[in-house]
């Protein structure tokens, strides 16, 4: 449970706050920044509120700054929940840090549901706020500003239409046994099936190319009909279960959400038998935008990125944006595959309004180049535009200035945000988002951005603190 408003001090956390204990430098700039801009827990107190009746009663659990606090120390640290509960219980820096001091501290659970009760607008607005706070302590100045797209994947398998069915038959088939173990009576009419479809799509994975030719589209048949047959047998389940009652009001709650679980699995049941009728049996090309590619994550995307080492990409492309000091000004989680030449205006357009003038410099690779870019760039007010043409025959002029000493510099300041993709993966866990739902995983994208401008803010903070060297005999 969390908890609006922050609890009672006792004497043990002021025993606890008289131990100086020293907190590591980088947390402790992270931790002076937060203090000083109260508007970031501002943010998270307004979500934390929705739906309480009186935020100032209840019993102990996460307040604003701790809950911003935690989350910011979990993508620092790339710890999962469980992580993140024992390291802070154990030790006394992170107990400071996150203000817990000599309370108890929650079960992982807490962790969850607390950070799942943010929402990516209150993450984006936070970020945009800490990127406002840097320019004000003249951290930043966005004379320069890089662009690059990546794709963050979903915590999905590969997809084929035979593990797809498989899935489908299997997660029926285990939650109509779950209601079956709940009512009283049963249910019936219900075959499990689970052993023939699992047969059936181990055949086909385990397939050489010659059988493929011969004998996939009869397996791909049968797996068909099995699956169609786990759906319509589910489906006359939820039909005689539509008054059923359990022993306790405890067991109606859990029966009422089973049923909508299988209903809501039926459905996708649906899709991925249509999918795998049309594309196998009757040899039709499916738009991506028709496909779906996993039942437990529906708004996962196929990208196509033209990678030899990873030609298909199953997850969201982001887009992001990065200044000359290391701070990431924008973020966008995208629907679909769109070119990143789309992203050009909208990203001078979100510039200007945070810093108040176009940059001097923009860098971008060959994806972002199109002529009616390099127009948008000049007319904000660019001067150099570093964006190499992509195609094409290149005028003499054009060749001058790709050749050019500054244009070159320009492409390797454009280089430094493929390092920061690679902080972002190694360092902040941000390669595979393995939270469930399309709003979790902007959320993910979110707080491993805000731990980046953290750590970036902090680092800047004690370089413009530290007392410069003495020259050299």
Sequence with gaps: MTRATPPQW?????????????????????SDFIDQHQTLVEHVRLDLQRGLKNSATGRNGLDAAQVLRSLALMRVKNWDYRELRERIADGYTLRQFTQFFSRPVPKHDAFHRAF??????????????????????????????RTDTTVVETDVHHPTDSTLLWDTVRVISRLVGRLHKLLPRGVRGFTNHRRSARRRMQEIQRMTAQQRHNQMVPKYRQLIRVSRQVVANARRVLKQTQN?????????????????????YCQLGDRVIDQARRRVLEGEQVPSDQKIYSIFETHTDLIK????????????????????RGLITQYRVLEGNPADQHH??????????TFGRAPELYGG????????NLTACQQAGVKLICIPQRGGKKTPEREALEKSPAFKKGQRFRAGIEGRISVLFRGRGMKRCLAEGRQRFELFVGAAVLANNLLRIAALLRAKRKPPRPAAA
């Design 305 to 324: 990125r033209g990678k030899t080492q990873k030609p298909i990409e199953f997850g969201h492309k982001v887009f992001l944006a990065e200044s000359a």
């Design 116 to 145: 799942a009760k943010l929402t990516p607008a209150t993450l984006e607005g936070i970020n945009q706020q800490v990127v406002l706070a840097a320019v004000a302590l003249g951290l930043e100045d966005g004379k320069k500003l």
């Design 365 to 372: 690779d060959r994806g972002f180049y199109s002529p009616n």
């Design 344 to 353: 050009v205006e909208p990203s001078l357009q979100r510039h200007q309004q």
């Design 244 to 264: 059923a009652r359990g022993k306790t009001a405890l067991d109606d709650l859990t029966i009422q959400a089973l049923r909508k679980e299988i209903e809501r």
């Design 10 to 30: 006792s004497f043990a956390d002021l025993e606890f706050r008289a131990q100086n204990v020293t907190l590591d430098p980088l947390l402790q700039q992270i």
